[in-house]
C-alpha cells in the first residue's frame, strides 16, 4: 500500500498525486511547510482572508473540490460553502487555498485562504478539476452512497430480526398445527406492532407479540412469554 509523501499515512482512497508521489488528502496534496503561498499566487489572490471553517455535525462552512494546484507553492483554488452534512449548499466564492504540512494525521488543520482577483476568478472558472477533487457533486453522491448502504444494511438486520423471532415462536406452538397456522397466518402484522413498526428496530416486545397473535386467532395459542 502507498504512504502518503506528505504525512506517511497509507493512502486509500484519495487519487490526489504529482510527479513526487500519492498523497493521502487535499490537507496534504495542498500544502507546504511554510503555509505560504508562492508570488505569483500571492499576486492572484488578495488579502481578503477567509475566516476559518467550522462544523457542528456536518453543517458549517467547508471547502470543497480542487482545481488549479499551484507547481511552486502547491496551494489549490476551493470553492467556500455553507454546508449541510457535508455537502455544499450555499457557494461563497472561490478562494485559493494553502494548507500547512502535517506530520501527523492528529496534527490540527491549518490554512490560509485568499479570495482571488477579479482576473483570476475568471481564469479560474475555466480550469477543470483536479482529478479526485471532492467536488460538490461527488460530496453528494457520497452521502447518498452512505445513506443506500446504511438502508441495505438495516433491511437485512431487519428481515434476521423477523426470521429469527418467527422461528422462535413457532418453536412455542410445539406440535400444534392450529397454533402453526395462526402464528403463519397473524405474524407479519403482529410484528410490526411489536416493533412499532420502526425501521431501526432492535428488539421485539414479545409479550406484545403473543397478545397480538393471541387476540388475532381468538384463543390462547401462545402464552405471554413464548420462549418459555
Ligand atoms: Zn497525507
Ligand atoms: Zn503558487
Redesign the pocket.
Known amino acids: 500500500m502507498e504512504r502518503c509523501i506528505r504525512c506517511g499515512r497509507r493512502v486509500l482512497l484519495s487519487r490526489y498525486r504529482d510527479d513526487a508521489g500519492r498523497y493521502c488528502s487535499i490537507h496534504c496534496y495542498a500544502s507546504n511547510s511554510n503555509l505560504a503561498?508562492?508570488p505569483?499566487?500571492q499576486d492572484a489572490t488578495t488579502d481578503d482572508r477567509a475566516g476559518g471553517t467550522f462544523t457542528f455535525n456536518g453543517i458549517g462552512t467547508i471547502f470543497a473540490g480542487a482545481k488549479g494546484r499551484?507547481p511552486?507553492?502547491h496551494?489549490v483554488i476551493q470553492g467556500r460553502y455553507i454546508a449541510f452534512a457535508w455537502v455544499p449548499i450555499v457557494p461563497l466564492g472561490p478562494r485559493r487555498v494553502i494548507y500547512m504540512a502535517r506530520r501527523s494525521i492528529t496534527d490540527p488543520i491549518r490554512f490560509v485562504a485568499n479570495r482571488l482577483t477579479s482576473d483570476a476568478a475568471v481564469d479560474a472558472a475555466r480550469l477543470p478539476s483536479e482529478r479526485g477533487a471532492l467536488t460538490p457533486l461527488r460530496r453528494f453522491a457520497i452521502l447518498i452512497s452512505v445513506f443506500l448502504a446504511t438502508v441495505a444494511a438495516q433491511e437485512i438486520e431487519n428481515r434476521q430480526l423477523r426470521e429469527s423471532t418467527r422461528d422462535e415462536v413457532l418453536l412455542a406452538c410445539g406440535d400444534n398445527s392450529v397454533c402453526q397456522v395462526a402464528i403463519k397466518q397473524h405474524f407479519a402484522p403482529c410484528f410490526d406492532a411489536a416493533t412499532g413498526g420502526q425501521f431501526f428496530a432492535q428488539t421485539v416486545d414479545k409479550a406484545t407479540l403473543a397478545e397480538c397473535i393471541n387476540r388475532k386467532a381468538g384463543s390462547l395459542m401462545l402464552r405471554t412469554s413464548p420462549t418459555r
Open positions: 503561498f508562492c505569483a499566487c499551484c511552486e507553492c496551494s
